[in-house]
């Protein structure tokens, strides 16, 4: 038998390293939540909510100063403040601040009096309906599930029907839509024609090949289908779908001055972590030896995960200067993004692109202009168009249609055309693609008739 000696080589990734990648590209919300589980672990990691010092007081003063400009901002810091206040004048345990349809159906069910199947059936439809506010069961359905005959189920299902707000419990958006047209004094047989036989046509804007089978002029129809698109398709759009909301913390703020901009890291979302002293002064007495080698680990353990979120921080802050250096323009001015990738930014920072990819991953900005995703200031150059981001020509494209004749809109090769003019040369499959990123109808969709 022969022996034969190679060399291989192996990309093994420790479980250190693992470690380090899964922080970087932790959310701070995620990291509240990492540093905590690993305190309930790890006997000798403590916690505390971070804290300014002293010498940060300026720099606050400066983010006061940022909330100030901006009301999406502000609410983000003025948020913890009023909901406590509100929970502690109500009793709200559950954050939730407004009523749900479910709510809203029973206060106007108490009251009346109904028969006891008649109310069986009401409760049935209220734990039926769907996220739209629709029951899209049938009356047999309802009669079998709650033991009525099948005249009591039509009666309960016509009560819920009969309840505000107009087209809930109904089957369909069909029927939603007609209940809503019953109590239209502005609105008669065209509209109820229209969503009953044509609503396929009025979703593609074909107000011209309804005018012809329901034999009306087209103003006649172009002024039904507006009165059509005022109602409300989705009956429980408003209520309280008893999710809470997810609330955005900024990694990252970006503070605007004259002629220059800060970056500020916002270290306070995150408890900070640190070493139990108890346990490292017991770790240099004469204790038994296990109990020292215990120690010695988890204070190792506990020392790396602290190196990992501080190297998350300094990894963090170089992203965010490499961005503010790339779409200066944007901060200081509100100009249009530039092309910048992540290869680009890895290149500055000197690092691989998977590591840049890991830093953007979950994590916010804020400046005066708002809160963005960091992967938003990452936008691509266009084919043959090195200086042109997708984000500037979309903006354009949005322009374009704003300012279009309505009676005659662009189509999306005249659109094309029309950029080309403008030193934009776009393949028209590449406007239509933008359009509908933008949620934008084509040329047919948008046609308005006079």
């Known amino acids: 038998m022969a022996v034969r000696l190679e060399q291989n080589q192996k990309a093994i990734v420790s479980q250190k390293m693992l470690q380090a990648v899964n922080i970087l590209q ?68 559950s954050g939730r601040t407004t009523e749900s349809l479910e709510d809203f159906l029973h206060l106007q069910l108490l009251g009346k009096v109904y028969p006891e199947a008649e109310r069986r059936v009401c409760e049935f439809v209220l734990e039926c309906l769907d996220s739209n506010g629709f029951f899209t069961g049938t009356a047999a359905e309802a009669a079998a599930a709650c033991h009525t005959t099948l005249e009591e189920a039509q009666n309960g299902l016509a009560v819920m029907r009969s309840l505000e707000p107009a087209g809930v419990c109904a089957g369909s958006v069909q029927e939603c839509l007609l209940k809503q047209l019953e109590g239209r004094a502005d609105c008669g047989e065209l509209e109820r024609l229209i969503v009953s036989e044509y609503m396929e ?11 012809k089978h329901t034999r009306r002029t087209p103003q006649e129809v172009a002024e039904a289908a507006a009165r059509i698109k005022s109602l409300n398709p989705r009956p429980a759009q408003g209520f309280d779908n008893g999710e809470l909301l997810k609330y955005i913390v900024p990694d990252v703020t970006v503070v605007k001055f004259k002629g220059r901009l800060e970056i500020l890291l916002n270290n306070y979302a995150c408890p900070v972590l640190h070493v139990n002293k108890e346990y490292l002064r017991m770790m240099k007495s004469d204790c038994d030896s296990e109990v020292k080698e215990y120690l010695s680990t988890k204070v190792r353990q506990a020392e790396e995960i602290r190196s990992h979120i501080s190297r998350r921080s300094s990894t963090l802050l170089s992203l965010a200067e490499c961005i503010v250096d790339a779409q200066r323009e944007f901060f200081m001015t509100g100009g249009c993004l530039r092309p910048f990738r992540l290869v680009d930014a890895a290149e500055r920072m000197k690092c691989h692109e998977s590591t840049v990819s890991r830093a953007v991953r979950d994590k916010y900005l804020q400046c005066c202009r708002g809160v963005y995703p960091l992967g938003y200031f990452f936008q691509k150059a266009t084919v043959g168009q090195e200086e042109t981001a997708v984000v500037q020509i979309k903006q354009q494209i949005r322009t374009i249609i704003d300012g279009e004749n309505k009676e005659k809109p662009y189509s999306d090769e005249k659109i094309a055309a029309l950029l080309k003019e403008q030193g934009m040369e776009i393949p028209r499959r590449t406007i239509a693609k933008y359009r509908e990123d933008m949620n934008i109808a084509n040329c047919r969709g948008r046609k308005v008739f006079a």
């Open 201 to 211: 046509l009025l979703s593609r804007n074909q107000l011209h090949v309804i005018a």
């Open 26 to 93: 932790m959310s701070s919300l995620e990291l509240t939540d990492f540093i905590k589980e690993a305190a309930l672990e790890n006997p000798v990691i403590d916690f505390v909510d971070a804290e300014p010092a002293d010498e940060e007081q300026e720099r606050l003063k400066k983010l006061e100063w940022l909330a100030s400009l901006d009301e999406q901002n502000r609410s983000y810091y003025q948020y913890d403040q009023e909901e406590a206040d509100e929970n502690l004048g109500t009793g709200n345990l």
